[in-house]
């Protein structure tokens, strides 16, 4: 299929774009840059050899929409494109909602103009905020905490509005839980711009001796060690879940939401323990008082994934932490540093 991939120069955007490639689907990107570069298109072209086609662009841009969407047999969306920063938004609430949901308007305006129904949207965990109930199950009340988190959770209703209007519509909303690692080529990663906010990206940081500690925000929650428990999942298993979805609603009209996760649930010390073997660096700690809008413990029921999309998690903690760690030490500078040479290590395909 030809598939228009939105944000597709981003985190998990980009590991989407190698999977589809993999998978012989044709992907255009379109993406405005406000939050990664266009190195990440030489370094999919490294690891696949196609250089998907690229337009610079932001989503609310409708002309440029209509002339991607003329110029390519657009068959189904990937819609990535968003801020997603939970501090930023509650900093800037309206950038938050106009920047996300006026795109995603946008965006499904020009899709049904052109006739193209099929859409898998990046949903997010945030959008149960503090549900205390683990695992957390798809059918459960959302309540997002943040006006990030509200974005996400509006971009839901406007789709589940959409597909209810218009049954041509086969959408899928995927929330993920935490998405850590990286390609196991160690070409592409999570890249944050500043000081890192999630938790292995700064591990990742203090392994390179960049910062010299980590904050380990609360160790009296309700949990085994007092530390917060999430449910972290590798990129490369997140970028399959994706091309499944495509798949799935091809054949499947409707509105299907998922969640993305292991099922299993790692507290920041076992991660920690956990990064320092993988990585065989000491990763120095200080306790501080827990996080604003932080919640103790976040772990999925995929099975809804399992039984219909026929997805589930292949990697291990262990894996998801090697790749990770392969990428930063390679990459101290992430995606600043253009790419010299080949691949760095590129595994037999299995
Ligand atoms: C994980 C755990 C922290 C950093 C966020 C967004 C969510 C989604 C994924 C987009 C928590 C602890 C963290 C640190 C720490 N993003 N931690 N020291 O908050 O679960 O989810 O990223 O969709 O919307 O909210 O991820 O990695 O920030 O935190 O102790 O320096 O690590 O308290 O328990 P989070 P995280």
């Not at 509200?150 to 993920?176: G, H, P, V």
């Not at 509105?255 to 920041?268: A, K």
Request: net charge negative; proline share 5%.
């Amino acid at each position: 299929m030809t598939i228009l991939v939105t944000g597709g120069t981003g985190y998990i955007g980009a590991h989407t774009t190698v999977q589809l490639i993999e998978q012989n689907h044709e992907v255009v990107i379109i993406d405005n840059l406000s939050n990664s570069t266009i190195e990440p298109l030489r370094r999919i072209e490294a690891i696949t050899g196609v250089m998907p086609r690229f337009y610079q662009g932001s989503v609310q841009d409708s002309q440029l929409l209509q002339q991607i969407f003329q110029r390519h047999n657009i068959e189904a969306v990937i819609h990535f494109a968003g801020a997603k920063s939970v501090g930023e938004s509650v900093a800037d609430p309206l950038a938050y909602y106009h920047n996300n949901i006026a795109s995603t308007v946008t965006l499904c305006q020009t899709m049904s103009h052109f006739n193209v129904f099929n859409l898998v949207f990046s949903s997010s965990a945030a959008v149960y905020g503090n549900s205390t109930k683990v695992p957390v199950i798809e059918s459960m009340t959302t309540q997002a905490t943040s006006p990030y988190g509200r974005t996400k959770l509006m971009i839901e209703q406007i789709l589940e509005d959409l597909q209810m209007t218009d049954s041509r519509w086969s959408i899928a909303r995927l929330r993920y839980f935490n998405p850590i690692g990286a390609h196991y080529s160690g070409l592409i990663g999570e890249d944050p711009q500043g000081l890192p906010s999630n938790l292995v990206p700064y591990i990742c940081q203090v392994a390179l001796g960049s910062l010299d500690k980590l904050s380990v925000f609360g160790d009296d929650y309700d949990t085994p060690d007092g530390t917060g428990i999430r449910d972290f999942i590798h990129v490369a298993d997140l970028a399959d879940a994706h091309e499944k979805a495509i798949r799935y609603i091809a054949n499947h009209a409707g509105l299907h939401t998922f969640n993305l996760g292991t099922g299993r649930g790692y507290s920041v010390l076992e991660m920690i323990c956990a990064f320092e073997q993988a990585s065989s660096k000491p990763i120095p700690y200080i306790i501080q008082p827990r996080r604003e809008g932080d919640i103790g413990k976040s772990w999925a029921c995929a099975k809804r994934a399992k039984s219909m999309l026929g997805w589930q998690a292949q990697h291990n903690l262990q894996q998801m932490l090697q790749d990770a760690w392969r990428w930063q030490k390679h990459n101290p500078e992430g995606y600043k540093q253009p790419l010299l040479g080949q691949p760095i290590s590129l595994r037999m395909a299995s």
